[in-house]
């Protein structure tokens, strides 16, 4: 089993920055993807960014040039560099970990954090 636990959540103002991070806890073999999501009251949850087990990356349209995904593959950490913050970013920021396996030859799998509220107000 995976555990994903994110921390770093907040209130910010508009404008600011906040940093997000995601450890990957428990026994596995891999982890191929992880990941941001979010989702704000009323609406589907969305990628907000993804980081290769290579560190290649994609980033959901509304935060291009704004957040910076990166990962430690030896810490099993993902994190959520936040800059220039607006109030669409308010939400809960989901982690998620795809194509892992627990062992080296089993199916892959994939885990969600439980989240964490980003509040961007003034």
């Known amino acids: 089993q995976v555990e994903l636990v994110e921390s770093g959540g907040g209130l910010v103002q508009p404008g600011g920055s906040l940093s997000l991070s995601c450890a990957a806890s428990?026994?596995?073999?891999?982890?191929?993807?992880m990941a941001w999501y979010r989702q704000a009251p009323g609406k589907q949850r969305e990628l907000v960014a993804l980081?290769?087990?290579?560190?290649?990356?994609d980033y959901g349209d509304s935060v291009k040039g704004r957040f910076t995904i990166s990962r430690d593959n030896v810490k099993n950490t993902v994190y959520l560099q936040m800059n220039s913050l607006k109030l669409d970013d308010t939400a809960v920021y989901y982690c998620?970990?795809?194509?892992?396996?627990?062992?080296?030859?089993?199916?892959?799998?994939?885990?969600w954090g439980k989240g964490t509220l980003v509040t961007v107000s003034s």
């Open positions: 998620k970990a795809s194509g892992v396996k627990i062992r080296r030859y089993s199916d892959v799998m994939e885990y």
């Open positions: 980081i290769t087990s290579g560190y290649g990356t």
């Open positions: 428990g026994s596995f073999f891999s982890i191929n993807n």
